[in-house]
Every structure is written in C-alpha cells, then in structure tokens.
C-alpha cells in the first residue's frame, strides 16, 4: 500500500517564485524525512532533511515545513530558478535504512 | 570525498540471464542500500547492507540477491532476468543508521 502521498505531480513557476510540493504519510513510526532532487540522467541528490522534533528548517532558499499531528510535510523553494527544474521526491525513513519514496514532482522553472 | 559510485552505468541483457551490478560507497560508509526506480513503480527499495549482513530487505522475489565485502564495497546480483526488470538500479550509502543517504548515479538496466 502507498505509505506516502506527494502532490503535485507536476509544477510550472516562473522565476522568482515559491515552489511548493507536499508529502502526506499514515505510519508514526517514520523518524526522518528527506527530500531528494534528481535531475535525468543522475541519481537522486540529499537536498534538505528534517526530524519530527522540529517543526521547520530551512537551508539558503530551501525549507521544509513539518505538522507532526497533521502527518504532512512540505518543500519550500524560494526565489525558485531555471537550474531548479528537476524532479523532487519526498522520503521518509523506517527501520534503519529504509526509505519510502513518494511518486516524484516534476518541476518546471520558467524565466 | 569521492561520491557513490556504481559500474557499469549501462547494461543490456536478454531475458532469461543474470547480471551483476557493483556499488563502491562513500569512504567510511558502512552501510549500503540498493532501489530499483522505474517510471511506474518510482523507487523501491530492494534491500540493505551494514557489516557485511543483510539489515532489511524489500518486497522482491528471490531473483534479486546481493552481498556486501568486508571493504562495504556490494554487489546486486538479479538471476533469470525478465523484461519488467528493466530498471535505473540505485545505490546509496550512509554512515551507519540511514539518516543521511547518499546516492550514485545509478545503473540502467535494459532487459530484451
């Protein structure tokens, strides 16, 4: 069953605006929750990560926002640019080193 | 410090033989864990490594095998390949517990 659901599948943002994905999941038992960036060709890239103790946490124009009770979390990208366009997937981690991967969002950044 | 590194990055085969793929981890490393990413399943995980035992495992038939040296260097072994194993084959390496995963470029998989 699909223990994680991310949204949008795609997204189109001019330059200079906010990128917004989100990640809804049902297991508590997930303590850690990463993003990763991919672009074609390459494999995933660690872009930000937080833990279910801190609510947000922002790296230069990434943040991720957590809702602990609400089981969501989402990827900010501000002042979003071309070289962002790429696809983003939502993960979290059970039981050491597994992660479950949400189905990816394609984004689009026009100048 | 060098990345993930996976060989070889592309791969042809025919239905019905096996195939090796190789993952070096980033140095200091312990653990490894291989995914399969295709465009309708996304990425799955398949199985992971740490001090050379398998930790967890996926939901995968027995086809898809793997091991891990005692350099944490590993290998995934696929035996009596199908055509719906055609397949980017990811690996990614962390420290120790998983937390921070770090991924190679993959391995393209082409079964015909």
Known sequence: QQQVKQSPQSLIVQKGGISIINCAYENTAFDYFPWYQQFPGKGPALLIAIRPDVSEKKEGRFTISFN???KQFSLHIMDSQPGDSAT???ALRLNTDKLIFGTGTRLQVFP | KAGVTQTPRYLIKTRGQQVTLSCSPISGHRSVSWYQQTPGQGLQFLFEYFS???RNKGNFPGRFSGRQFSNSRSEMNVSTLELGDSALY???????????????PGTRLTVT
Not at chain 2, 90 to 104: K, N, P, V, W
């Open chain 1, 68 to 70: 602990k009770s609400a």
């Open chain 1, 88 to 90: 983003y997937f939502c």
């Open chain 2, 90 to 104: 990811l690996c990614a390496s962390s420290y120790r517990d998983g937390y921070e995963q770090y991924f190679g």
């Open chain 2, 52 to 54: 050379e035992t398998q």
